[in-house]
Nanobody, 120 residues
Framework: QVRLVESGGGTVAPGGSRTLSCVASGDTFTIVTQAWYRQVAGQERELVAQIPTMGAMIYADFTRGRFTIWQDHGKNTVYLQMDDLEPEDTAVYYC??????????????WGPGTLVTVSS
């Protein structure tokens, strides 16, 4: 079983920065891909960035080079660095993990989310 916990949310002034963390625990060796999503109030959850075990990272167009996803395998942690934040970035940010469990079944799990509010 894989469990995810996000942290790093809070209130940020426009133009400011925040770094979110997602710590994975449990059977982390089963993880194939991790990603950050966000959900703006009243809207559908959307992909922000994705980081596979190998290969290129994927970023949503709205990041416009402002966001960076990276991983510390030793700490089982995926980060999302957010710079030049805008009010439109206000959302609950979620971490996800996909992989194959001990029953050789595909899974996708989510963390509880962390709220980022960009406001002056």
């Amino acid at each position: 079983q894989v469990r995810l916990v996000e942290s790093g949310g809070g209130t940020v002034a426009p133009g400011g920065s925040r770094t979110l963390s997602c710590v994975a625990s449990g059977d982390t060796f089963t993880i194939v891909t991790q990603a950050w999503y966000r959900q703006v109030a009243g809207q559908e959850r959307e992909l922000v960035a994705q980081i596979p075990t190998m290969g290129a990272m994927i970023y949503a167009d709205f990041t416009r080079g402002r966001f960076t996803i990276w991983q510390d395998h030793g700490k089982n942690t995926v980060y999302l660095q957010m710079d030049d934040l805008e009010p439109e970035d206000t959302a609950v940010y979620y971490c996800s993990a996909e992989g194959v469990d001990d029953r050789i079944s595909a899974f996708k799990v989510w963390g509880p989310g962390t709220l980022v509010t960009v406001s002056s």
